[in-house]
């Protein structure tokens, strides 16, 4: 199984301009399984819930209709972060798109991050696991400051995820460090689609720090990206690799777990 991971500047509030940018790269990538960063159809910084009310889009939309469509008609799994317009409220979403299910997954991010939390209703999806049956792979989403916290990689490593994925508008520098320990504390594939650039509105200013990456369920880097550049990532997955979560005769880091003494 093949996992294209895309990296690049959206345009900031330009809704349609980025659903175009969204289907060119859409074209030109060749993979089993895509990923796109988070956001990737509005840019991140939003000034008001009015402003974002402008760009979010409901799953019932035009826009998200066309990109379902297009999805389906290349036959490869897809998730791409979005601000998702519900009823009367905002969430930072990703939608994962599998060809063949007729209804798309949508996870809202459960860490809310910086001034999010002024714009978007926190998330209430909770983690949750999508069966790819196609790719023989299980898919775990979380979204960009989500990694910050142990428990969501490891919530979805236990509701049995071969493969996290992290869309992403990360501005620090400490990820790099636990992307890879995520992975081999849950023994299981990650891979982060960061944007790059910089965003301006009133008095923010975040410059977005690109070098996208995906890792193996040892921490081995197997592609990451530049810090400025537009690119698509490849590498190829194994997940049956990820299942069986013993590393000797003795020990499982799964049933070795004392939850119990935990709290």
């Not at 175009?20 to 939003?46: K, R, W």
């Not at 977005?208 to 369920?217: A, V």
């Not at 690119?231 to 190829?236: G, K």
Request: glycine share 6%; net charge negative; hydrophobic share 40%.
């Amino acid at each position: 199984m093949r996992i294209g991971v895309i990296q690049y500047q959206p345009k900031h509030l330009k809704l349609d301009e980025n659903v175009e940018l969204f289907f060119s790269f859409h074209e030109n990538v060749n993979a089993d399984i895509i990923i796109y960063p988070e956001l990737c159809l509005t840019g991140y910084i939003f000034n008001s819930v009015d402003e974002l009310s402008k760009v979010a889009i409901s799953v019932e939309s035009e826009q998200f209709s066309a990109i379902v469509e297009r999805v389906h008609r290349k036959n490869s799994t897809v998730v791409f972060g979005f601000a998702e317009k519900s009823g009367n409220s905002y969430f930072n979403s990703a939608a994962i798109i599998i060809p063949g299910n007729d209804k798309p997954y949508i996870y809202r991010k459960t860490h809310l991050f910086y001034k999010e939390h002024f714009v978007f209703n926190i998330g209430d999806t909770g983690f949750f696991v999508v069966d790819d049956k196609k790719n023989k792979c299980r898919i775990g989403t979380m979204i960009c400051y989500d990694w910050r916290f142990p428990e969501s990689a490891r919530a979805l490593s236990l509701k049995g995820a071969d493969l996290i994925v992290c869309p992403s508008n990360l501005v620090t520098d400490l990820w790099h460090k636990v992307m890879p320990a995520r992975a081999i504390e849950n023994k299981v594939y990650l891979a982060a689609a960061n944007r790059t650039g910089k965003e301006k509105a009133g008095n923010d200013e975040l410059l977005f720090k690109g070098e996208s990456g995906i890792w193996d369920y040892t921490g081995k880097v197997l592609a990451k990206a530049s810090s400025d550049n537009d690119e698509i990532l490849y590498a190829d997955l194994f997940p049956d690799k990820t299942r069986d979560k013993s590393f000797n005769e003795f020990n499982d880091i799964f049933k070795d777990r004392r939850p119990e003494l935990y709290e």
